[in-house]
C-alpha cells in the first residue's frame, strides 16, 4: 500500500462568526489508531466532514496519500457519520449491500462482504431484521459494517463506541485494531477517555477548533514533573518549587517546577521517615483532558 497517511495542514472552517477549525494540523499514519478527543463542539465532527469532502474548509487542506481527497479517493474511506443515516424500513442485509454498491463493488462482492461483516459483528441472526426494529447498539454495529465493507484503506468513525455495551466496544475494537494492524490509518471520535487511553497509538485533543496536544499517550502521560511520595506519616515538603497536587492518605501527588531536583524532594522525604513511594506519577488520560482542555474553555 502507498503511504496512506491523511494529513490536516493548516486546516480552518468558519460558521459565520464562528470559527469551528482553527489552523488544525496533524497527521494520522498507516497502521495507527488515532483518538480525536474534545468537548462538545470542539470541532471534532466539522474536521471529519471535512476530511470527507462533506464539508469544504475555508482555508489550509486535508491530504490524503500526498494529495487533497477527490471524491474518487472518498469511496475508498470507511466512514462512520454522527448522523447514523441508515434507512429504517431496510432490512440489515439490503442496506448493507446497497451501501457496498454505492463504494462501486459489483453485486457479488457486496452480498459476500455483508455476509462476512455480519457475521464477524455479531449481525448474522439479524440480516433479515429491518433496521428500524434493532436496538440502537445492533444499528451501530450495522454502521461499522457499512464503514468495512469495501475494504477501506482509510478509517475515519465520528463516535463509533458511543451507546456500545462492553460487548460491542470488545468487538468493535477488535476490529479497528485489526484494521490498524492491516496498515490502515484508523482515525475516530470519543468521548470515553479510558477507552482511548487503552486502544489508541496517538492522541489529538481539540479545544475550540484548535489542537492543544497531539502526541503518543505515553509520552502524554510523562510531560507533567509530577511525583508520587508517600513516607508513611504526615510530611510537607517545604521546598522552593515544590507544590501538593493532591493528597490521599499519607500519599502525596506533588508538582515540581523545572528547575527543582527530584533528588532534593527525596533527600526531604527520608529526613522524615522510610520512604515507601516515590515516583513520577502518571496522570491518565482523563485527568490530562481535565488540565489541558477544562481550563479556561468555554462552551460552544
Ligand atoms: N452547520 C453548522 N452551522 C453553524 N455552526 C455549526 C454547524 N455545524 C457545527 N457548528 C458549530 O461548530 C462547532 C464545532 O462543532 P462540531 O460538531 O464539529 O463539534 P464536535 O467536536 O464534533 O462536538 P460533539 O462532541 O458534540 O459531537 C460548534 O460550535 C458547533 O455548534
Known sequence: MADSTLEFDGTTKRYGDLVALDDLSFDVRPGELFGFVGSNGAGKTTAMRIA????????????WKGAPITLEAARRIGYMPEERG?????TVADQLEYLGRLHGMSRADARAA??????????????????????????????????????????????PFSGLDPVAVDVMSGVLAERAAEGVPVLFSSHQLDLVQRLCDRVGIIRSGRLVACDSVDALRSTERQLTVDVGAPWEPALPGVRIVRTDGTRHVLELDDDVDDQDVLRSALAAG????????????????????????TTR
Do not use: C
Not at 52 to 63: C, I, K, Q, T
Not at 86 to 90: D, G, N, R, S, T
Not at 128 to 156: C, Y
Open 274 to 297: 522510610p520512604v515507601a513511594e516515590f515516583r513520577p506519577y502518571r496522570p491518565t488520560l482523563t485527568e490530562l483532558y481535565r488540565t489541558v482542555v477544562t481550563d479556561g474553555e
Open 52 to 63: 470527507l469532502g462533506v464539508l469544504s474548509a475555508d482555508g489550509g487542506e486535508v491530504r
Open 114 to 159: 455483508t455476509a462476512e461483516w455480519t457475521e464477524r459483528l455479531g449481525l448474522a441472526e439479524r440480516r433479515k431484521s429491518e433496521i428500524g426494529a434493532l436496538s440502537l447498539g445492533n444499528q451501530q454495529r450495522v454502521q461499522l459494517a457499512a464503514a468495512l465493507l469495501h475494504g477501506p484503506e482509510l478509517l475515519v468513525l465520528d463516535e
Open 86 to 90: 441508515l434507512y429504517p424500513k431496510m
